[in-house]
């Protein structure tokens, strides 16, 4: 019996959002675009597993919620509660997409000062290559590492380096309102 990615496309304030998995774990996510049917194709590439698509509104509907509230403007710190799978990564990889995960809402960090945290201050470049590979933007938030010298550094998701630019003044003026009026932030239903 074949095993089945489960895959949903949603509008948010930003464009379509996608998210695809299995039930029990969260497997790629796919930063806005203009486009419903260019998220599929990004959600949906070639996969050495063989897995028959699904289309599930309610794949972590919960989440979608989050996201949706995230692109409103909301402070919304992405539980590491949510289930993932980083099936295929090497060890190394899985630990630095781990320790990125851990990078708070309105946070940055250097590439060099992930990779200390990893126990590897030499492996700045292997870090980077790393977080290259993230399957789940935004939930491992990888566009919150950035240059020693304070630049943005790369970006390998849709809209490359001005998408992560947007991202991070977007988080800061959400961190920035949440501390002004702390009654405007998300309703706590919202937050896993």
Same mark, same amino acid.
């Given at each position: 019996?074949?095993?089945?990615?489960?895959?949903?496309?949603?509008?948010?304030?930003?464009?379509?959002?996608?998210?695809?998995?299995?039930?029990?774990?969260?497997?790629?996510?796919?930063?806005?675009?203009?486009?419903?049917?260019?998220?599929?194709?990004?959600?949906?590439?070639?996969?050495?597993?063989?897995?028959?698509?699904? @289309?599930?509104?309610?794949?972590?509907?919960?989440?979608?919620?989050?996201?949706?509230?995230?692109?409103?403007?909301?402070?919304?710190?992405?539980?590491?509660?949510?289930?993932?799978?980083?099936?295929? @990564?090497?060890?190394?990889?899985?630990?630095?997409?781990?320790?990125?995960?851990?990078?708070?809402?309105?946070?940055?960090?250097?590439?060099?000062?992930?990779?200390?945290?990893?126990?590897?201050?030499?492996?700045?470049?292997?870090?980077?290559?790393?977080?290259?590979?993230?399957?789940?933007?935004?939930?491992?938030?990888?566009?919150?590492?950035?240059?020693?010298?304070?630049?943005?550094?790369?970006?390998?998701?849709?809209?490359?380096?001005?998408?992560?630019?947007?991202?991070?003044?977007?988080?800061?003026?959400?961190?920035?309102?949440?501390?002004?009026?702390?009654?405007?932030?998300?309703?706590?239903?919202?937050?896993?």
């Amino acid at each position: 019996m074949q095993k089945s990615l489960r895959y949903t496309i949603f509008k948010t304030k930003w464009g379509y959002f996608g998210l695809a998995g299995s039930e029990y774990a969260l497997w790629r996510t796919c930063l806005p675009l203009s486009d419903s049917e260019k998220v599929k194709s990004e959600l949906l590439t070639p996969d050495p597993r063989p897995l028959i698509p699904l @289309f599930d509104k309610n794949l972590f509907r919960m989440l979608q919620e989050q996201i949706t509230a995230y692109f409103e403007g909301a402070y919304i710190d992405f539980s590491p509660d949510v289930p993932i799978a980083l099936d295929g @990564f090497s060890s190394f990889c899985s630990s630095v997409l781990s320790a990125c995960r851990r990078i708070r809402f309105g946070q940055v960090i250097a590439y060099s000062a992930l990779a200390e945290r990893l126990g590897r201050p030499t492996a700045v470049r292997a870090v980077g290559n790393a977080l290259a590979k993230n399957p789940l933007p935004l939930i491992i938030p990888c566009h919150r590492v950035i240059r020693g010298d304070g630049k943005i550094g790369g970006f390998s998701a849709p809209g490359g380096k001005k998408l992560k630019e947007k991202l991070l003044n977007h988080e800061l003026a959400a961190l920035t309102r949440a501390k002004d009026a702390p009654h405007r932030t998300v309703p706590r239903n919202l937050l896993l």
